[in-house]
């Protein structure tokens, strides 16, 4: 059993000034393809003059200290040391922790995945930890980590370091924080590690919402209505769209995922090296992967930015993708049904997995479900309203489950 010690440290981010000289340095030596007609064609990927306006920037105008300081301001910062069985005994991990001035309040991990960080909570902190009790509006005790080799927490030094340990991670966190029951959200990766933690610590998790689902088609075996809805195509046409944006993904939008899953070290040089290599392979996510997202280069530069300071490095954050397919009872864990954690979902239309909210209820007793009309992958992000909408629907005490949690 991993032990390591509880102290709970305040934290600012304050990245070397070698380390900005540094990445002037090698922006300034960048080397960019040659331009040819369809160089700006996002079919073939990040535009050329995208990147090259934006490599520009962060080199010459963006400034860092100036997000670094309104990062240090905003978002109340925090680490503590975690030991994961199999692994590190004293695996240092960033969070941010904002409680609720409010009686009442429910604890609440909020959980990013990639190419995400702790910066996906930023917009929604103030609202989740406020709240109008008169009007049925739940508050929480909001906890957004840093993952293991993602943003500030460390870099993972063995082999196996998949979901369930993830899982693991934030479930002692939550522990750590005095908080033995909570509730959960997570998207892309953070959908994975709170089913997970709903599979294995299912006295804690008392709720869990979702804005990112992965779910196997119906089979005539287990769900035989459903299989014949989807042979026959019985369905909206906002959950045809949804197939058709997976089909999407599941084709060329999600090329860059075959490569994580199999070779990240070969990527990951790219990645570590190259800051315009890093820049593109974000920014095309970034780009592809919202409902037209306004994305300002202060914005774009500052979540990479993330990345290139990280303390594991840029290019650790893909191995998650490796580890998670060579356990494939992670997978089992998260796609079958759990009866036992109530579920919340939240369809996007242009997130990259979007079903039919039929399959949806393949997963676990759903309590709460809204298809919206707008958003994308980074909910919390473009649609920052909807995402609070939807938690205080779900976990409010006349509107929801709110009545039957111990908080």
């Not at 609202?127 to 906890?143: I, M, N, Q, W």
């Not at 709720?207 to 075996?221: D, K, Q, Y």
């Not at 974000?282 to 500052?302: G, N, Q």
Request: some cysteine; hydrophobic content about 40%; overall charge neutral.
């Amino acid at each position: 059993m991993s032990t390591t010690s509880d102290a709970i440290e305040p934290y600012r981010i304050a990245v070397p000034d070698a380390a900005l000289e540094k990445l002037k340095a090698k922006l300034a030596l960048a080397t960019f393809p040659e331009e040819v007609e369809f160089s700006n064609n996002r079919e073939y990927g990040a535009p050329l003059d995208d990147i090259k306006r934006l490599a520009t920037a962060w080199k010459d105008t963006f400034d860092w200290r100036r997000a670094e300081a309104d990062l240090n301001e905003k978002l109340p910062q925090f680490t503590t040391k975690i030991g994961v069985d199999g692994h590190e005994s004293d695996l240092k991990i960033h969070f941010v922790h904002k409680k609720s001035d409010r009686d009442g309040a429910i604890p609440l991990l909020f959980c990013h995945g990639w190419p995400g960080s702790f910066l996906e909570v930023a917009k929604i902190l103030p609202l989740l930890t406020s709240g109008d009790a008169k009007a049925d509006e739940p508050s929480f005790h909001v906890v957004a980590p840093s993952l293991p080799n993602f943003g500030f927490s460390a870099r993972t030094s063995k082999p196996g370091f998949a979901v369930r340990q993830h899982a693991e991670v934030c479930h002692k966190l939550m522990l750590r924080l005095g908080y033995d029951k909570y509730v959960t959200q997570g998207g892309d990766w953070g959908y994975m590690i709170t089913r997970n933690m709903g599979k294995h610590y299912p006295e804690h998790v008392l709720a869990s919402h979702i804005n990112f689902l992965m779910t196997r088609p119906p089979s005539p075996l287990s769900s035989p209505l459903l299989c014949l809805q989807y042979l026959l195509g019985w369905y909206t046409a906002a959950e045809k769209a949804g197939l058709e944006r997976t089909r999407w993904y599941r084709g060329p939008g999600g090329g860059y995922s075959q490569i994580q899953m199999t070779k990240p070290h070969t990527l990951g040089y790219s990645l570590a090296d190259s800051p315009v290599g890093l820049l593109a392979w974000i920014y095309e996510k970034l780009r592809d992967w919202t409902d037209d997202y306004p994305w300002t280069d202060d914005e774009v530069l500052t979540w990479v930015s993330v990345y290139a300071f990280s303390e594991a490095g840029p290019d650790a954050s893909v191995r998650i993708y490796y580890e998670a397919t060579q356990k494939t009872e992670d997978f089992r864990a998260v796609m079958g049904y759990n009866a036992k954690v109530p579920l919340g979902i939240a369809y996007f239309p242009r997130d990259l997995i979007v079903v039919p909210s039929s399959w949806g209820r393949t997963l676990g007793r759903v309590v709460y479900e809204k298809r919206h009309e707008k958003g994308g992958h980074f909910a919390s992000i473009e649609t920052p309203e909807l995402l609070i909408a939807d938690l205080r629907m779900m976990l409010g005490k006349k509107s929801g489950i709110g009545a039957k949690l111990p908080f």
